[in-house]
């Protein structure tokens, strides 16, 4: 949690601060090829950090996957386009599964849902419970089983486990 806040939230608050608050533009586009590439640079450290886990911390869920969520909503500004799956959604997909969601509309403005790939849903839930996390939803279905979760900001945080072969990494 700690390297969240003090590597990767710094760097995505610089590309949010390019793309949002800076009126002139000859600086915000001198200053924009800079914070992103230093945006990538942390994210790929953070990806070589993770080394495979499904989890931030150990090999279980914990509020530090929750507070990562919440810091990588911004990541969507790093320049490239999302996918559009629905029309009021914009999604970027992660190599090894998982996403984020950024959605328009009034009514969701300053939010996101961040999907979370992990091999068994069950023991996380049971360790949501343990947290004492209040889920939302749990769907299931033939290709994937979900349940949902929403930090302290109000974002939607889904926790995803693949059971078609197709979608799994």
């Not at 090894?96 to 939010?111: D, F, K, M, P």
Request: with cysteine.
């Amino acid at each position: 949690m700690i390297a969240g806040l003090n590597s990767v939230e710094p760097v995505l608050f610089n590309v949010s601060e390019v793309e949002y608050f800076m009126d002139d533009e000859q600086a915000r586009n001198a200053r924009r090829p800079v914070v992103v590439r230093l945006a990538k640079e942390r994210l790929g450290m953070l990806e070589e950090a993770r080394a495979g886990r499904d989890w931030c911390v150990g090999d279980t869920f914990t509020v530090a996957d929750l507070m990562l969520a919440s810091i990588l909503k911004n990541a969507g500004l790093l320049g490239s386009r999302g996918q559009r799956t629905m029309p009021e959604v914009e999604e970027w997909m992660f190599p090894r599964g998982g996403g984020l969601q950024v959605y328009q509309g009034a009514e969701r403005a300053g939010h996101c849902s961040f999907t979370l790939a992990v091999s068994d849903i069950d023991a996380v839930a049971r360790k949501l419970a343990a947290l004492g996390v209040q889920p939302g939803a749990r769907t299931s279905s033939e290709r994937i089983k979900t349940l949902m979760v929403k930090d302290p900001d109000g974002n939607s945080i889904a926790i995803a486990q693949a059971l078609d072969p197709a979608l799994a990494r």
